[in-house]
């Protein structure tokens, strides 16, 4: 056996706990009742423990040294690659740090579970700064591990090959066209009467209605399902993919574009490829690349008009409503391409969703670089909310820089790749557009060679390339916010 | 740290990685789509390769030593004995050898869950065939650590301290008796006129009685849940206790029943010793034991007239049949207690059921014993079924040799403790009535006193003591079957 080999058997070894985790995660969130917590999380801790000490294990340095000189193909050299990237990402972490963030964020999360509701800044600001401290030591060492910037490094986790010198650029372009954008589009729907579908809409119906979309969408039941949890996510592995949503009685749209959102993150993971099953080659991008597969669903295609045509006869025949104007195509189109700012980032809207994240990245990338601190937070948050979306956040701290888990959870890093995501589905639209009549097709209900582009381009490439050669070989070019800007200005002022 | 502690500390971990096995078992069961099967069962065999190894590690037969050594309180004696036992039953096998029926029994199990339905004996004895080749290399192994035969030392694992020998005698004593109080029985019922309530029974309506019958018998929700799976079990941890059941719109009581029985299961582990979680010295005593429990709820308690007083109302309200003659106490007291020899185990009443254990115990003793082949098994099963029951099966392999999970999971031994379980059940039963009026207690619907007799006598022992000791304990004696023969002459001729 070669020592990459050797290399594919120890992470295909990984992979396997990995899935047991997955599942026990989805249970924790999905099936669980609340007694049983206690033990479930102190079981899925020792599988992390047994986990991490695999991938770590000492003699791997040598392996990958040694596999380094062996001749390998293309496609096992992008392998070796990515196993090496997970190696350095796990290893690099002295066990003591990991054990204290692990403390510091899980203490630190559930507090806010409260403090958040209770505007209870000056609380949690004692426990995000701890969570901080801990961020910049890792960030320190992983900067020092890759030669990026501390920042960079723990971005590099999510996006790999992302910086924020590249991301100050993109977001500075958005700044200077989406408030004007957003000031254009609010004044042309001032004039719009959209009505609210006005519940109850029965939850069974609604689940009916969420699992004859996932079918339409490509969703192979065979290996998945649909749930219920607290906050919706795409879980499980891609052999068995489980999504969530929530459902509210007097909503269904927000359950329905959630469910058609994980629809998208379920087809990338149901449509890695086989071949490189169980290795990180064979594992999804990016978040962002994710996250694009996701909004290209929810955004790209179900928002769009023609598609609206065919969702809301389903939903006024589901609901058994056929003559509620508020499920006309014409008002659902109008209620789901409004735009409105508002405080909460996951209820935001396509066209001021950009705003909230650039808000972030900037506070969370001087924040990892020690340009500002924890106490500064409130103020910049307040300015920024201000400029960007002409909103006063002053001292309401619960739908402000409270509202998110990321920082709670010490995930610093991850919020660009929602953008990112918009970035890419609007350009893997724009060239899909260019081989086929994507509005016709979907007119048709003919979604195959919709999905059999993503799945070429995007879903079977899994990690084989990096993320800007995915982007050049599907779409000619590197990222290119234009599209994105293009998107927006047809959709919402064409 | 003593040795002792460390013991504990490692079979602390060892139970959190049975913790995670247990949930992604039940999630395979019960939630898990067709198509995740392959992965999840190579999945959940790397963890038990993980586990063996854990419970195998070479150092354990030094601390056992040293343990023994230090001074122990009378339950660290006990405790340190379990988990020697424990561990002596897993150092015995050979890691292939583990992983090979760990995947043979996966495999077989699920075409197994195709192939019943169709018939099919011939693909299915092709995987039968390995699983038994594998177990009798298992038993040998078992056989030469332990000093037992082969097939006592796979009863063994099941039910410490169980031989053939004994069972010999056991089931010799009831083939005396068992055919001719069918024929009595039988004969004594022939003139009641039982009405088989007709169904549609809505599922969501038979789901909401099982609730609330769990409810009454105190299952805890927040440590536990109900769910659908093809073959019901009881399965998750004491603290999150997963049963399932499998409904039928032609018939409630059979999920009823069955949800009675898994709440008996549920009870008994909900109501392990805290104080020893984590050691196998807290786990449940036996499968015989468990299954006591099981039959208590289900046949000594349930099956009473008295309590189907209570039931018989419920369910006629719940199906909103308040009018239906069928659902009477009378008639579903008629219906539950009815015995007639039939082909299927788990829908068998408790009279004739002792007969489908002794023919699976005397061909799967004589299997691992080598005395027969997998060939040799229908036309047993045939002979038998006519033998003990009066009933032809010949072909008929979906409703004969194939019925059953047990085989196909490579579980050979186990079936005893069904009947060994009725046995316990009514020697318990037997001894409450000495403390109290069981029959008052159940009509006035105070069924605490007899939890707490459960409790106290049988959940809280867990495995502190031996079976013997523990039914001498409980009941002053020693396994004694007459109170089983006892019972079904007192109910069914009395």
Redesign the interface.
């Known amino acids: 056996m070669t020592f990459y080999q050797k290399l594919e058997q120890h992470h295909k070894?990984l992979a396997?706990?990995d899935?047991?985790?997955s599942?026990?995660s989805w249970?924790q969130a999905a099936?669980?009742?609340?007694?049983?917590n206690?033990?479930?999380s102190?079981?899925?801790a020792?599988?992390a423990v047994?986990s991490h000490e695999m991938a770590t294990a000492p003699y791997l340095a040598e392996w990958f040294e040694l596999a380094h000189r062996e001749s390998l193909s293309q496609e096992e050299k992008a392998s070796l690659t990515e196993m090496k990237r997970v190696w350095r990402n796990a290893n690099v972490l002295p066990a003591d740090l990991v054990e204290e963030q692990s403390l510091a964020c899980s203490t630190c999360e559930h507090a806010w579970r409260t403090q958040r509701g209770n505007n209870d800044w000056q609380g949690f600001s004692e426990n995000l700064k701890k969570v901080v401290e801990l961020t910049r030591r890792e960030a320190k060492i992983r900067s020092e591990a890759t030669g990026l910037s501390p920042y960079d490094a723990l971005l590099d986790q999510y996006e790999p090959g992302m910086t924020s010198a590249k991301l100050d650029a993109l977001f500075a372009d958005v700044k200077t066209w989406l408030p004007e954008l957003i000031t254009q589009i609010r004044e042309k729907q001032t004039h719009d009467e959209v009505m609210q579908p006005v519940g109850p809409f029965p939850i069974d119906e609604q689940k009916a209605l969420s699992l004859d979309i996932m079918q339409k969408l490509g969703f192979?039941?065979?290996?998945?399902?649909l749930d219920v949890s607290m906050h919706p996510f795409c879980g499980?592995?891609p052999?068995?993919v489980r999504i969530t949503t929530r459902y509210d009685e007097a909503d269904f749209t927000s359950a329905l574009m959630g469910v058609i959102h994980e629809t998208g993150h379920a087809r990338y993971e149901q449509g890695l490829p086989e071949k490189w099953?169980g290795l990180p080659v064979g594992t999804a991008r990016s978040m962002g690349i994710h996250e694009s597969q996701s909004l290209f669903f929810e955004m790209q295609l179900s928002r769009s008009e023609n598609f609206i045509d065919i969702l809301a006869p389903l939903a006024a025949e589901t609901f058994n409503r056929i003559d509620d104007p508020a499920l006309t195509p014409e008002n659902l189109t109008l209620l789901n391409t409004r735009v409105a700012p508002g405080y909460i980032r996951v209820d935001a809207d396509e066209v001021t969703y950009p705003a909230h994240v650039i808000l972030r990245y900037e506070i969370e990338r001087d924040l990892i670089e020690g340009r500002i601190e924890v106490a500064d937070i409130p103020e910049l948050w307040d300015r920024k909310m201000h400029e960007y979306l002409g909103l006063n956040t002053k001292g309401n701290f619960t739908d402000g820089c409270m509202q998110d888990i990321h920082w709670p959870m010490g995930s610093f890093g991850y919020f660009p790749s929602y953008t990112l995501g918009a970035m890419y589905a609007a350009q893997f639209m724009a060239a899909m557009r260019k081989e086929m009549n994507v509005e016709n097709l979907i007119r048709e209900r003919n979604f195959q060679p919709i999905f059999n582009w993503l799945d070429r381009h995007v879903w079977k490439r899994a990690s084989l390339v990096n993320t800007d050669k995915l982007l050049i070989e599907s779409t000619g070019e590197a990222l290119n916010a234009q599209h994105l800007k293009d998107h927006l200005i047809s959709r919402y002022l064409g």
Chains 1, 2 share one sequence.
Do not use: Y
């Open positions: 070894k396997k706990l899935h047991l985790a599942i026990c249970d099936m669980m009742p609340e007694g049983g206690a033990a479930r102190e079981a899925m020792e599988l047994i192979d039941f065979h290996h998945g399902r499980g592995v052999t068995d099953a």
